[in-house]
Structures are given as structure tokens and as C-alpha cells.
């Protein structure tokens, strides 16, 4: 076996751990009771969600997101990158077989997404409000998912990064479900709720 | 463990539901929502960013129920409870953070900080941590229902009274306050005095409604308090009396709490709940959009500016019928910036103005809506909540506002009767000719 057969088997391992992680948190917020709201609406909660998960996610939707601007952006980018460097470890296998193009556009997001998260963490260390809200998982959290994308970078780069690619892929799914990187568990609950709530009484939507 | 932090854990787990236990995890400690919050903007300091107060509760529950919270706290910013870290709690749940959801609108996760709020101040009521006076006040909210029969007969003679007064001001003798009218459409739940009576009763005359005065007010400080068993004991009552008379609809005085109680929370605590729950500012809205409410805003010449409650606006969706309400009944509306949903909270609510010992926070906690006033120039600021009119009362003397501050149905009173007067007058002065003829 080779060693980026190795490798490869390292991150199904991982990928598996990351989902029964993932389905143990699930599971944990499921189990917890969930009390509709049973109050006569003002409006459609499902125009509320829709706008939870679309335009209120443009950063000129929210007065916060408007003076934080960059920073918002920044933090938009770096999530794409996520999706990017995702998508880079599911077609990893047939590098080789990829047009140009694919290749030109994966080493263009996973770079964007890996200079978005530097600048997240010199923010974290350099900005007094960010560190005074910041524990070591946060601080951590960043900087893996961060390697993880520069790893991805240099993958697309060149295919000699392959193991160092998996490696950092293995890592960030295992820590997927354990660190501050779970929020991304529970986003799609949350702006839900938040979709429903006003949505429901005619505020958003 | 002690017992009173075993007790307090109790409680807060009774409250972990889905939408809480998605607001606690999925906080990514951004930071983005630290000016959206009028507790920091008014003191810019790490400690009041929304974020931050959520974290006096997070730690704890990640200690109980994170993994990593369980094995190295450190690492996750997990930590025990101790008693000492409730009466922290308190000053946060209380007396930092008005539940007013200004955060939430403004967080990318939208993590529903308040909602963790009401879980700490649920688990500080269990184990008498809540501010005393806001346990008082439910408390007799409850035990004036208990002795009903004792307050009964004064509260009907203080109600006569006010009806000689209404009579006055409209110089109709027909003119009515009734009280337990079995069979009456509508149940108007008012607040304590009779700031909230008067001007309602002198619209219901005008509209012609069937209505019937409840007798109980529409505060309940057991929803500030986030005590189930006491806000429902006290929404009990109201509804209650709905069934007894067989209303079909309970409208509220301008309350913001007492909105969110009987209009969103009510119809989840009761099995049957058969009547429409509206605010007395939809119902004006409608009036007016009727045609069924004479008014003119020349009685109302002053510039005016409207604060919208937290309560009503942002999280019960009354944006537009203060406004349709205010076009009609002044002549110099000017909006707040921001408002609507993204207006600032008054720094009162949620019970904070009851507080008499938290005076000083809340009036630093207000400094962001005095500088909203000052912007508008307005002279009078509209509120349709009798806690922010205290509060934007109290802010006025305390910076040297100059500005007074009303109710939004005193307006629509005012634009009424002086159109009536409008009406009337020509027709008094062709019965006078015509009687100086005779």
C-alpha cells in the first residue's frame, strides 16, 4: 500500500469519527424538547427562514455586518474556502484526471479561504475585544482549519502535498465535532429558529 | 456542590431545550455583535458585549456538557458554577442585558442571547436570586387574583369615578366604563392607574365598541422573573375572566411585556385559548384606516418622534401601526435612526426599570437612545410602553432632554376630540342661531 493509499485510508477513519461525532451532537440537540410556537402567526415563518439563510446572510442585511464590513467579508471568504478545501478532499483521488480549470479554480478559493483565516487569526491576537472573548480552542480551531486550506493550497499546487493535505484533512474531521469548529453543526439550527421567530411575527421575511 | 447551585443547575437544565442549546453552541465568538448592544455602546467594554454576558453561561454549561468542557476546561472556557458566580449572573441576567434581541438580529449565527438570558434569570428566580422587587411585584399581581373579592368593590368605585371623568371630557352622560359585561366583544386589559383607561374608553365610545374593562392589569413580572409557573398564574387571570365573560378578542393596553406575554407566550401555556389577542395600537391602527376615527393632527403641532418597544416592535412586529397612527394624528412625524427592528432598546425593559437600586445603570444604559432623540429635534417622543416612557421619562431629566414624553393613544385622543370639536362647533353654533331665532 502506498503511502498516499495510507493516507487516504487515515481520512475515511477520520470522516467516519467526524460523523459519529457529528451524529452525537445531533443527537444531543434532537433529544432536547422543541416547543413550537403556538401563538396565532402575523406572518409566514417559512419567508423568515428563507431570509435567514439568504438575504440576512448578506453582509449589507445587518447593521453589524455594515460596520464590520471586512471583517464580515473576510469571514465569508474564509467559510468558502471551508467549502472549497471540502470539495478539494472529495475529488482528491482523481487529481490527476481534473481539467485545468478545476485545479486553477480549487488553488484560487482554497488560497482565498487560507488568507481569510491568517487575517482571522491576527485579528484574534491582535484585537483586545476578540481576545478577551477567545479561549485556547478558539485560537486553535482557526489555525487548523487554517493549515487545512493552506494544505489544500499546496495540494492544487503541487501533488507531492497530497499525505500532508490528508493528514490535516484527518485532523480538522476529528475535530469537527469537538471544537469551537461545531458551530457549523448547529448554524443551520440556529438561523432556523432565528428564520422562524421572525418570520412567524412579520419582522423578517 | 452546594445545594443552591444543584438547585440552580436543575432549573437551568428544565430550560435546555433545542433553540437554547443551539444558542449556546454556535456562538463563534466573532465579536460582531458587541455595538449592537445598548448596554455596550453606551460603555464600550469587552465585559458588556453580548457574547461576553452569554458566556457567564456558557462556561458552566460547557463544563457539564461539553466533552472537552469535562476534560480540559481550560481549553474551552469551561468552569463550575459556584454560588459566587450566580449573584455575577444576576447582575448580568438583570441588570445588563434587557432581553431586547438586538443582538440576535445582528448576529451572522443569530444566536438568541436573550433566550439564554431568560434561562439564567428562570434558573436565578429558582434559587431567589432574581431582584427582589420584581418577585414582589409578581407576588401581588397573584395574591390580588386570590383576594379578588376585596379589591372588587374598590376598584369598581375607582372605575366610577374615572367614568364621571370620561363623561366630562366628552361631555356625554351616555358615556360608559363597563366592568364583567358578559357576552362583550372585546376584553381591554389595561395597566395600573388611569393613564391606559381614559384614552381607550374615549376611543371605544368613539368607534361605538362592545367592550368590557378587565379587572386586572396587564403587567406580569413573573415573564421578567422567566418564572413559568408565575407568568402564567398571572396571564391566568386575564384569561380566565376572557372565558368567564365569552369575549371573542383581549386587546392590551400600550404594554410591551404584556404583548409578549398574552399575544406569543399565552397561547403555548394554555390548551384552550379561544380568542384573538391584539394591541390596542393594531386596533387604532385599524380604525384609522377605516375611517372610522375623526382626527386632526393640527392638535399635535409639535415635532414628535417615535421609540419603538423591543416588545412590540422588533419582537411582536408592530413596526407599521405606530407609524400609520402617527401620520394620521401629528403634523411633524421624524423617525428615530435607526428604528423599527433595528432600534435601540430604551435601557428599562425587561424589568430593569422597576429596579429602584439599578437606577444609575440604566440611565448609562440609555445614553444611546438620548443621542437617537437628540437627532430627531422632536419635542415629544411617542412610546407604546408604559416601562420605556418611564424609562425615556426619567432619561429626559437625567441628561436635560427637554422633551415630553406620551402614549400613543394620548395623541389619537387628542387629534379625536379636537376634530370632534371641529364638528361640533359649527353644529352648536346653527343650534344657537336657531334657538336665538326662536
Redo the contacts between chains.
Keep these: 500500500m502506498s503511502a498516499t493509499a495510507l493516507w487516504g485510508w487515515i481520512v475515511l477513519i477520520a470522516l467516519g469519527l467526524s460523523m459519529v461525532g457529528t451524529g452525537w451532537r445531533l443527537h444531543?440537540?434532537?433529544a432536547?424538547?422543541?416547543?413550537p410556537?403556538?401563538?396565532?402567526p402575523?406572518?409566514r415563518g417559512w419567508r423568515g427562514v428563507l431570509y435567514?439563510f439568504t438575504w440576512g446572510?448578506m453582509p449589507w442585511a445587518?447593521?453589524?455586518?455594515r460596520?464590520?464590513f471586512l471583517?464580515?467579508v473576510r469571514?465569508v471568504l474564509f467559510h468558502i474556502g471551508i467549502f472549497a478545501t471540502l470539495a478539494t478532499l472529495a475529488v482528491s483521488t482523481w487529481r490527476s484526471a481534473l481539467p485545468d480549470w478545476i485545479a486553477a479554480a480549487g488553488l484560487a478559493l482554497t488560497g482565498i479561504g487560507a488568507v481569510g483565516g491568517l487575517i482571522g487569526i491576527l485579528m484574534r491576537i491582535f484585537?483586545?475585544?476578540?481576545r478577551?472573548?477567545?479561549?485556547?480552542?478558539?485560537y486553535?480551531s482557526v489555525v487548523l482549519v487554517t493549515l487545512w486550506q493552506a494544505a489544500g493550497v499546496a495540494f492544487w499546487a503541487d501533488p507531492q502535498w497530497t499525505a500532508t493535505f490528508y493528514g490535516l484533512s484527518a485532523l480538522t474531521l476529528i475535530a469537527i465535532p469537538?471544537?469551537?469548529i461545531?458551530?457549523c453543526?448547529?448554524?443551520f439550527?440556529?438561523?432556523f429558529?432565528?428564520?422562524l421567530?421572525?418570520g412567524r411575527?412579520?419582522?423578517?421575511g | 456542590m452546594s445545594e443552591l447551585v444543584q438547585q440552580a443547575l436543575t432549573a437551568f437544565e428544565k430550560s435546555?431545550?433545542?433553540?437554547?442549546?443551539?444558542?449556546l453552541?454556535?456562538?463563534?465568538?466573532?465579536?460582531?455583535?458587541?455595538?449592537?448592544c445598548h448596554v455596550f455602546a453606551a460603555e464600550p467594554e469587552?465585559?458588556n458585549?453580548p457574547?461576553?454576558k452569554a458566556?457567564a453561561v456558557r462556561r458552566f454549561y460547557r463544563r457539564l456538557?461539553d466533552?472537552?468542557g469535562r476534560l480540559f476546561p481550560?481549553?474551552?472556557?469551561a468552569k463550575d458554577l459556584s454560588e459566587a458566580d450566580l449573584d455575577e449572573l444576576a447582575e448580568i441576567a438583570f441588570g445588563a442585558c434587557t432581553l431586547c434581541r438586538r443582538c440576535?438580529?445582528?448576529?451572522?449565527?443569530?444566536?438568541?442571547t436573550a433566550l439564554i438570558m431568560r434561562a439564567a434569570r428562570a434558573m436565578l428566580t429558582a434559587v431567589g436570586k432574581a431582584p427582589e422587587m420584581l418577585t414582589q411585584l409578581a407576588d401581588a399581581a397573584i395574591a390580588r387574583e386570590e383576594n379578588l373579592e376585596f379589591f372588587r368593590e374598590f376598584y369598581i368605585d375607582q372605575i366610577r369615578e374615572l367614568e364621571r371623568e370620561l363623561q366630562e371630557r366628552l361631555g356625554d352622560p351616555s358615556a360608559r366604563i363597563p366592568i364583567e359585561k358578559a357576552g362583550a366583544e372585546i376584553l381591554y386589559v389595561a395597566l395600573s392607574g388611569a393613564h391606559t383607561i381614559l384614552p381607550a374608553a374615549i376611543l371605544f365610545h368613539a368607534v361605538g365598541a362592545d367592550w368590557t374593562l378587565s379587572m386586572f392589569e396587564a403587567a406580569n413580572y413573573g415573564y421578567f422573573l422567566a418564572d413559568l409557573q408565575r407568568a402564567k398564574a398571572i396571564a391566568k387571570r386575564i384569561v380566565d375572566e376572557a372565558r368567564r365573560l365569552g369575549v371573542k378578542e383581549i386587546v392590551l393596553a400600550e404594554c410591551g411585556h404584556a404583548y409578549t406575554v398574552l399575544?406569543?407566550?399565552?397561547?403555548?401555556w394554555f390548551d384552550d385559548?379561544p380568542f384573538?389577542v391584539r394591541s390596542i395600537i393594531e386596533v387604532a391602527a385599524e380604525w384609522i384606516q377605516q375611517g372610522r376615527l375623526p382626527l386632526d393632527p393640527s392638535a399635535n403641532p409639535e415635532p414628535v418622534t417615535y421609540h419603538d418597544s423591543c416588545n412590540l416592535?422588533?419582537?411582536?412586529?408592530l413596526?407599521e401601526e405606530p407609524r400609520i397612527i402617527l401620520r394620521a394624528v401629528v403634523q411633524d412625524f421624524r423617525e428615530m435612526m435607526?428604528n423599527r427592528?433595528?432600534n435601540f432598546c430604551c435601557g428599562g425593559g425587561a424589568g430593569l426599570v422597576a429596579i429602584p437600586e439599578w437606577y444609575e445603570k440604566r440611565m448609562r444604559a440609555g445614553r444611546r437612545k438620548v443621542e437617537q432623540i437628540r437627532q430627531t429635534g422632536a419635542q415629544i417622543v411617542a412610546a407604546s410602553c408604559d416601562n420605556c416612557r418611564l424609562q425615556l421619562g426619567d432619561l429626559s431629566d437625567y441628561y436635560g432632554l427637554g422633551i415630553q414624553v406620551s402614549g400613543l393613544m394620548d395623541l389619537v385622543v387628542k387629534a379625536y376630540l379636537a376634530a370632534r370639536e371641529r364638528v361640533q362647533a359649527p353644529t352648536l353654533s346653527i343650534q344657537a342661531a336657531a334657538q336665538a331665532r326662536v
Aim: glycine share 8%; proline share 6%.
Design positions: 444531543g440537540l434532537l432536547r424538547p422543541y416547543r410556537d403556538r401563538a396565532q402575523r406572518g435567514a446572510m445587518k447593521e453589524s455586518t460596520h464590520h471583517p464580515y469571514g484585537d483586545e475585544r476578540l478577551a472573548l477567545s479561549y485556547p480552542d478558539d486553535a469537538l471544537t469551537k461545531r458551530h453543526i448547529y448554524f439550527f440556529s438561523r429558529f432565528f428564520g421567530f421572525y411575527r412579520r419582522v423578517l | 435546555l431545550d433545542r433553540r437554547l442549546l443551539a444558542a453552541e454556535v456562538c463563534a465568538r466573532c465579536g460582531i455583535c458587541a455595538e449592537s469587552a465585559r458585549a457574547a461576553a458566556e456538557h466533552p472537552l481550560w481549553w474551552v472556557g440576535t438580529m445582528n448576529c451572522p449565527m443569530g444566536v438568541d399575544r406569543w407566550e399565552a397561547p403555548n385559548f384573538r416592535g422588533r419582537n411582536g412586529g413596526l435607526p427592528a433595528e
